[in-house]
């Protein structure tokens, strides 16, 4: 599976941005989605997941929760990153990753479980 990422820019506080993640090589509909960053100076860290389950359960880490939105569209074999009132904070390069199957409830969180990555778009949140 390759992934490819991008949405990313320079945008101000409080704006919204949407990041796309395409998959080619194969359907990614058994696949367990996920979105990291790495912010300036920062380990890099889960932002969200969705798993492959048919209801798409996702989860969140607690500085996104209620701003973002994670989604996926198994036809075009994209997952999505809805950005809203984005923060100075938020400024990272994000990178969409993968594995296949897991747990139907609960995207894994640790970056070494992902088998496969997309490269990273910047995103930039000028205050």
């Known amino acids: 599976v390759q992934l490819q990422a991008s949405g990313g820019g320079l945008v101000q506080a409080g704006d919204s941005l949407t990041l796309s993640c395409t998959a080619s090589?194969?359907?990614?509909?058994?696949?367990?989605l996920a979105w990291f960053r790495q912010r300036p100076g920062k380990e890099r860290e889960f932002v969200a997941g969705?798993?492959?389950?048919?209801?798409?359960?996702?989860d969140y880490v607690d500085s996104v929760k209620g701003r973002f939105t994670i989604s996926r569209d198994n036809a075009k074999n994209t997952v999505f990153l809805r950005m809203n009132n984005l923060k100075s904070d938020d400024t990272a390069t994000y990178s969409c990753?993968?594995?296949?199957?897991?747990?139907?409830?609960?995207?894994?969180?640790?970056?070494?479980?992902?088998?496969?990555w997309g490269q990273g778009t910047l995103v930039t949140v000028s205050s």
């Open positions: 990753a993968a594995y296949f199957g897991g747990s139907r409830y609960y995207p894994k969180r640790t970056s070494e479980d992902y088998r496969y």
């Open positions: 090589g194969e359907t990614f509909s058994g696949y367990t």
């Open positions: 969705v798993t492959w389950s048919g209801g798409g359960d996702t």
